[in-house]
C-alpha cells in the first residue's frame, strides 16, 4: 500500500473517536445532564458508512426502557425534508413545475394565496401564516386539511410571496396536498413507497404506524421484557420513545394530521442517517441541480442572500447544513457536512423538548474528522458558526440586547483598531454587556469573579470566510469560582446561547420550538 492510499485510509476514521480529549460519550453524557434529558439515540456517518449508533439514558423512563440504535423517535421538523424529497421526485417525474401555483394545483385557496408557487412554499418565502399560532390548533387532535386551512384562511400575508422568508408549517401542510393531488395517492403512502420502503428502512413510518411494530408492554412484567424468551420478533426490539412531563406525567403524541409534511415523521436515528446519505447522493433525488433547489442558499429580489430551504440551515464552513427542532416532549437534530474529501452526517434525537444540538454536533463531528472542527478551543468557549457576516451579525445582536433590555456597555471593533494602527485584521468585533444587579450578585459571592464579567460576545470571520460568535463557557468558568450551583449561573449560560442563535441563525426561519417557548429575558 502506497502512502497516498495509507493517508487516504486514515481520513476514514480512527479508534479515537475523542475530540479536545473528550470523548464522544463522555461530551454527550455531560450535555444530558446538563439538560436534563432521560434519553438520546447518535447516529454518525461517514458516507458510505453508518459506523456508530449509539443509545444512551432511557427512551422511556416509565416503562425504564433503554434508548436503542432501534428507538423510534419523533423526527420533529426533520420532517420536512421528506416531503421537500417527495415534491421533488414528482418534478422529477414531470408531473409537477416548481413555477405551478396554487391557482392551479389548489384552486379553492384564499384569493391572496393563489399566486403562491410551489418553489415558494419549500422555501418558506409565501407570507402564508402559520397555522399552529392559532388559538384553536392543538397538536394532540385529528385534523384535515380543510379544517387547519381555514385557521389561518382570514389572516393576511406576512409579506408578498417570493420577497421574505419566515417559517410556516402552512406551507409543508399544502405540499403534502400536492403531493396527494398530483399522485393519486395518500402523502402518508406516496412517503412510505417512494423513501421509506425504497430504501429498506425498517424503523420509520408515521405516528400511525407505531402499532405495527414489534414492541412489548413491559408494565404488564413489572418493567422487565419477557416476550423475547420466547418470540424472536422481540429480540432487540423497535421501540418508540417515550417523554414525561416534570409532573411525571406521560406527554401524549402529535398527531401526524396535525403536523402533516413539517413534524409528522418518526425514525430511529440510524434510518435517518441512511435516508440522509440517500439524499446527499442520486438516489432520491437523481440530479444534482434539483437537490441544490432544497439545499443550497438563493437570493430575494433585493439581493438579500438566504442561507436557508425546505428546513435546512446552510453555513460555508466545508458545506456544512443542518435540519433540527422540536415537537412536544421531543428535539431532534440533522447536520451534514458535504465536502468532497468528508461526507459525515450527525444525528442526534431525544425525548425533552427545546434541546438545540448544533454546538454539541459540531463537537462530536470534530471527534470523527479535523477537517470538521472549529479549530478552535471548544472546551472553553461556546462556538456557534453563524450564517451571516460580521458586520450584520453585530447588528443582530445589538438589536436583540436591545429588545431584552441589556445595558451594552462597550463595543471593541478590533478590526478598525488595526486598520489606525497600520496593521491588517480580519473582521473581529467584542460586544460588553450586562446588568449590575445581577454581576453584583455573583461577586458579593466571590469578588474575584469581577475579572469576568460584564459578559462579552466575540464576532469575528475566519480565513475561511466563515463568521463566527463565541463566549467562554460559564460553567466551566464559575466552577473555578466555586459558584458552579449559583441559581444565575444556568439562566446565564442560557440566555448567551439564546443570544449567539438569534444574532447568527436565520431565526425567522427555523424558529423551532426553542425559541417560540418562555424564555426569561434575564438582565446580566
Known amino acids: 500500500m502506497n502512502t497516498k492510499e495509507h493517508d487516504k485510509m486514515k481520513m476514514r476514521g480512527s479508534a479515537d473517536v475523542s475530540y479536545l480529549g473528550h470523548t464522544v460519550d463522555q461530551m454527550i453524557w455531560d450535555f444530558m445532564e446538563e439538560q436534563q434529558i432521560p434519553g ?163 424503523h420509520t413510518g408515521f405516528a400511525e404506524d407505531l402499532d405495527r411494530f414489534h414492541h412489548e408492554d413491559v408494565s404488564l412484567t413489572e418493567n422487565v421484557h419477557q416476550i423475547f424468551k420466547k418470540n424472536g420478533l422481540y429480540i432487540d426490539p423497535t421501540e418508540p420513545a417515550a417523554s414525561y412531563s416534570s409532573s411525571g406525567e406521560r406527554i401524549q403524541r402529535t398527531e401526524s394530521s396535525a403536523l402533516k409534511g413539517f413534524s409528522d415523521i418518526w425514525a430511529s ?116 458558526e453563524g450564517q451571516f457576516p460580521v458586520s450584520e451579525t453585530v447588528s443582530r445582536l445589538e438589536k436583540e440586547l436591545s429588545d431584552r433590555n441589556i445595558p451594552l456597555f462597550a463595543k471593541f471593533d478590533h478590526a478598525e483598531n488595526a486598520e489606525k494602527a497600520g496593521l491588517e485584521l480580519r473582521p473581529t468585533t467584542v460586544l460588553v454587556f450586562g446588568s449590575p444587579k445581577v454581576g453584583t450578585g455573583l461577586m458579593q459571592a466571590d469578588q474575584s469573579i469581577s475579572l469576568e464579567l460584564p459578559l462579552r460576545i466575540s464576532i469575528w470571520e475566519d480565513e475561511n470566510g466563515s463568521t463566527w460568535l463565541a463566549f467562554p463557557r460559564l460553567l466551566p468558568m464559575t466552577e473555578d469560582y466555586g459558584l458552579s450551583g449559583h441559581p444565575a449561573v444556568l439562566k446565564m449560560q442560557s440566555l448567551m446561547e439564546n443570544l449567539v442563535r438569534s444574532a447568527g441563525i436565520y431565526i425567522n426561519l427555523i424558529q423551532y420550538h426553542l425559541f417560540e417557548c418562555t424564555l426569561p429575558h434575564i438582565n446580566i
Not at 413545475?97 to 393563489?114: A, G, Q
Not at 421531543?330 to 454546538?359: I, Q
Request: charged share 20%.
Open 269 to 384: 436515528a440510524q434510518d435517518i442517517s441512511f435516508w440522509d446519505i440517500g439524499l446527499a447522493g442520486g438516489v432520491l433525488i437523481h440530479e444534482a441541480e434539483h437537490r441544490s433547489v432544497i439545499y443550497a442558499p438563493w437570493q430575494l429580489p433585493d439581493g438579500r442572500e438566504v442561507p436557508a430551504a425546505a428546513g435546512w440551515q446552510f453555513y460555508k464552513h466545508r458545506g456544512l447544513m443542518d435540519i433540527k427542532g422540536s415537537v412536544p416532549g421531543y428535539s431532534s437534530f440533522l447536520s451534514r457536512f458535504t465536502h468532497p474529501e468528508e461526507l459525515v452526517c450527525v444525528t442526534l434525537l431525544a425525548n425533552k423538548e427545546g434541546v438545540d444540538f448544533t454546538n454539541l454536533g459540531r463537537r462530536i463531528a470534530g471527534a470523527f474528522g479535523d477537517l470538521l472542527s472549529t479549530n478552535y478551543d471548544d472546551n472553553k468557549l461556546y462556538l456557534l
Open 40 to 202: 438520546l439515540t447518535l447516529a454518525i456517518v461517514q458516507a458510505p458508512y453508518i459506523p456508530r449508533v449509539v443509545g444512551y439514558g432511557l427512551s422511556d423512563a416509565g416503562q425504564k426502557r433503554l434508548a436503542s440504535a432501534n428507538t423510534m423517535w419523533p423526527a420533529g421538523p426533520v420532517s420536512q425534508a421528506f416531503t421537500a424529497v417527495a415534491v421533488m421526485q414528482l418534478y422529477e417525474d414531470g408531473s409537477l413545475n416548481l413555477s405551478d401555483s396554487l391557482d392551479k394545483l389548489i384552486p379553492e385557496v384564499p384569493e391572496n394565496w393563489k399566486e403562491i408557487t410551489v418553489l415558494q412554499l419549500l422555501r418558506h418565502a409565501s407570507g402564508l401564516p402559520d397555522y399552529r399560532r392559532a388559538e384553536s390548533w392543538d397538536p394532540f387532535k385529528t385534523w384535515t386539511f380543510a379544517e387547519l386551512i381555514r385557521l389561518v384562511s382570514e389572516q393576511s400575508l406576512h409579506f408578498a410571496p417570493g420577497t421574505d422568508v419566515r417559517q410556516s408549517a402552512t406551507n409543508f401542510l399544502i405540499l403534502t396536498e400536492i403531493v396527494e393531488r398530483i399522485s393519486g395517492k395518500t402523502y402518508h403512502d406516496f412517503v412510505t413507497e417512494r423513501q421509506i420502503q425504497f430504501l429498506g428502512l425498517k
